[in-house]
């Protein structure tokens, strides 16, 4: 038995250590056997371990060392080749204080650990489409199978829990019904392979480095054959920047001099401070889809929005019309309609326009309902200027809406209700206006679908 509680002979794997007794034990202790250890399985290979030779010195010590972490600096190949020197030298901790991060190193560390999460340009995440598409009934939680539609509930809580900023939320005080299960959130348009979009090259910018409205090439519009200036956006004394009047007064009223929103892009030699990129900075104000009294599912915002100020794009899966006409064929003439036509140029171009559909794909805009007296319009804003099928469906506040209001739009453009005169089989609008035109779309509406499915 050696001093240093290690049998260095016994070529047993049972070893008795002595342990020294304290003082007021001495008495009863007296007799009681060593305790027996036991090393298992290969007692001999740890003993050689314990057997090496002891270092001579502290300077020693220190000499073999500081030449060992000389070799580590040049090349980390010595620890692989020479294990068992490292760990003699440095334990195998990690925490060793030779390897030990400077301060500054830590401090590094602890903030790029307590770092809080960086606000997300939305537009630049890609969603990956299809990632919870699989077959619903092959879902399951361990051994126990998940029922399909409590499922695609908790993929759509789920959905409202990703980086979604400001928040959307889901509420109903009405009734049991829930979000639909085949509905999915996106944060931008899924393009059909049949669309064609115009190249990024055909996009372009303006060269100012600050813009006014004065000299700024994205606030040119030909306006009646003159080229002018528009003033689409205002910056609020409180910095929220909005629609200016005019432009809202011209887009209720004017249905010529109706203007589209050409915001500054990656072209532009502005930065992105710049007062005309608003749209393309994404949602600013939370959103909640809730239960209506009468309209089924509606949009509604827990802050107050101001007159002019943007609310959200018009999202889903952009098609042409003859994958529109097949989709819609199966569908019944009630059913309620997610369908917003990319029509805004189709009367200079002269092609037929695409639709974006949002009833399996979309954002919360896809459940704004109708009202004859609306407090939000929808605007085109041109994403790629070369591009005239593909934009953006922008919403924007045109009076102030307190929070918790319905945010509501019209359906139908104005100057388009009197096309056709009103029938039985119209869809009745309940939005409970004083000037309530009575139903839903205009007549022309229902009969285009019947006649598409005709043809
Ligand atoms: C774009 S969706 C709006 C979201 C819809 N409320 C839902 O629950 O999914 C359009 C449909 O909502 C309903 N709707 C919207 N506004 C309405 C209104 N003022 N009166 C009656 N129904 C309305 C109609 O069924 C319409 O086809």
Redesign the pocket.
């Given at each position: 038995m050696s001093t240093n509680g290690h049998d260095t002979t016994s070529p047993s794997n049972k070893f008795s250590i002595d342990i020294p007794r304290p003082k007021w034990d001495s008495k009863e202790v007296k007799h009681r056997p060593n305790i027996e250890v036991v090393i298992d399985p290969q007692p001999k290979d740890l003993l050689k371990k314990f057997q090496g030779p002891l270092p001579q010195s502290k300077t020693q010590l220190d000499t073999e060392k500081n030449a060992l972490l000389a070799q580590l600096k040049q090349s980390s190949k010595i620890a692989y080749e020479k294990p068992d020197l490292v760990e003699q030298h440095f334990g195998t901790t990690g925490f060793s204080t030779v390897f030990g991060a400077e301060d500054e190193d830590l401090e590094l560390m602890r903030s790029a650990a307590s770092k809080k999460k960086k606000k997300t340009d939305r537009s630049r995440i890609k969603l990956e489409i299809g990632s919870h598409s699989g077959p619903l009934n092959q879902l399951s939680l361990g051994k126990t199978p998940i029922h399909p539609a409590r499922a695609a509930r908790d993929i759509l809580i789920s959905r409202f829990q990703e980086e979604v900023y400001p928040p959307l939320t889901f509420s109903n005080e009405i009734n049991d019904?829930r979000l639909?299960g085949k509905f999915q959130f996106i944060d931008h348009y899924i393009i059909s392979p049949k669309v064609k979009m115009a190249p990024p090259s055909t996009n372009s910018g303006c060269d100012c480095t600050d813009c006014t409205l004065s000299a700024c090439k994205c606030l040119t519009k030909e306006v009646e054959g003159r080229e002018t200036q528009v003033e689409i956006y205002v910056r609020r004394p409180d910095g929220i920047i909005v629609l200016s009047d005019d432009f809202i007064i011209c887009h209720q009223e004017e249905q010529e001099n109706r203007q589209e929103i050409t915001e500054c892009n990656e072209h532009c030699g502005c930065g992105g401070d710049c007062w005309n990129r608003v749209v393309c900075k994404g949602r600013t104000v939370p959103l909640e889809i809730f239960?209506?009294e009468?309209?089924?599912?509606?949009?509604r915002s827990s802050k107050d929005i101001v007159k002019g100020q943007f609310i959200e794009r018009y999202l889903g899966e952009v098609m042409t019309e003859h994958e529109l006409v097949i989709r819609e064929d199966p569908a019944e003439e009630?059913?309620?309609?997610?369908v917003f036509s990319l029509d805004w140029f189709s009367r200079l171009d002269n092609k037929e326009p695409y639709h974006v559909d949002?009833e399996y794909f979309g954002s919360a805009?896809?459940?704004?309902?109708?009202?004859?007296n609306p407090n939000t319009i929808c605007v085109p804003v041109q994403t790629n200027r070369g591009d005239r099928r593909v934009y953006d469906l922008a919403f924007f506040a045109i009076k102030d809406i307190k929070a918790g209001r319905e945010i509501?739009i019209s359906?139908e453009s104005k100057g388009a209700y009197d096309e056709g005169q009103p029938s039985e089989d119209l869809?009745?609008?309940?939005?409970?206006e004083y000037n309530?035109r009575g139903y839903?779309?205009r007549p022309g509406v229902t009969t285009r679908r019947r006649k598409r499915r005709q043809e």
């Open positions: 019904r639909p239960q209506t009468k309209c089924g599912f509606g949009v009630h059913q309620a309609s997610y949002g805009m896809r459940f704004v309902n109708h009202s004859c509501c359906y869809v009745k609008c309940h939005c409970g309530c839903l779309w």
